[in-house]
């Protein structure tokens, strides 16, 4: 099947954002007297959206928290994030010419756990909020990654906004940074390209395609994963 849409993660593949979630998470949880190591974050955490992360802390240190303190730690943690954010560059190594280069050839969507604000603001901060037509955020699906629902609903939006409703799964190829993103993605049938961002290319098994960095990203190689 010919490629007809890229389906970008945000945090760990477009902006290097991983460091800022994980301070911001440690400083609403230890204000509440809940340590987060770093380790743990990466390893156990990351995965998940604000509200989720915050549940399985809760979960595994056997600690109640009902909705509303979820909501409120996840609403502090976005104020902490978008001051954090303030104090420097982004960006990774290549971002902007591999998002430019697929967003020449095909329709560009994001399919996140991040807060749909945040992304929106860090995109027109780098100056390509213009180069996605579809955002999907943490509050914008159901379930979170590992499960398909983001990718689901990114399929649907393009289908709804740029594509007809025959676009198909596999005519997408998702690029992903961690184990959780590319399970989500494989769930809703969609092709996956890792970037050894945040995890080492070993670590990263059951990608159709393994990038040391986005300059290994080429259309090519995507309509390639496609056939």
Not at 69 to 79: F, G, H
Request: net charge negative; hydrophobic share 50%.
């Amino acid at each position: 099947m010919p490629l007809r849409a890229v389906i970008f993660d945000f945090d760990g593949v477009i902006a290097d954002t991983e460091p800022i979630h994980l301070k911001a998470a440690q400083h609403v949880l230890a204000d509440a007297g809940i340590a987060l190591a770093a380790r743990d974050y990466y390893q156990r955490y990351l995965g998940f959206d604000d509200a989720g992360m915050f549940r399985a802390i809760a979960a595994d240190r056997r600690i109640s928290l009902d909705n509303r303190a979820i909501a409120e730690l996840v609403d502090r943690k976005s104020q902490v994030v978008l001051s954090l954010i303030d104090e420097g560059s982004l960006l990774f190594a290549g971002v902007t010419e591999c998002v430019r280069r697929c967003a020449a050839a095909v329709p560009l969507a994001i399919a996140s756990g991040a807060l749909g604000h945040e992304i929106d603001l860090i995109l027109r901060r780098i100056g390509l909020r213009e180069a996605f037509q579809v955002i999907v955020g943490a509050e914008d699906a159901p379930r979170s990654k590992p499960a398909p629902d983001p990718y689901v609903r990114a399929i649907e939006m393009l289908r709804e906004v740029v594509l007809p409703n025959d676009l198909a799964a596999g005519q997408c190829v998702a690029i992903e940074d961690s184990h959780w993103g590319l399970e989500s993605a494989r769930a809703a049938g969609v092709r996956c390209v890792a970037v050894a961002h945040t995890y080492p290319a070993d670590a990263l098994r059951g990608a159709d395609f393994v990038a040391n960095t986005l300059d290994d990203i080429t259309l090519e190689r995507l309509h390639q994963i496609c056939r």
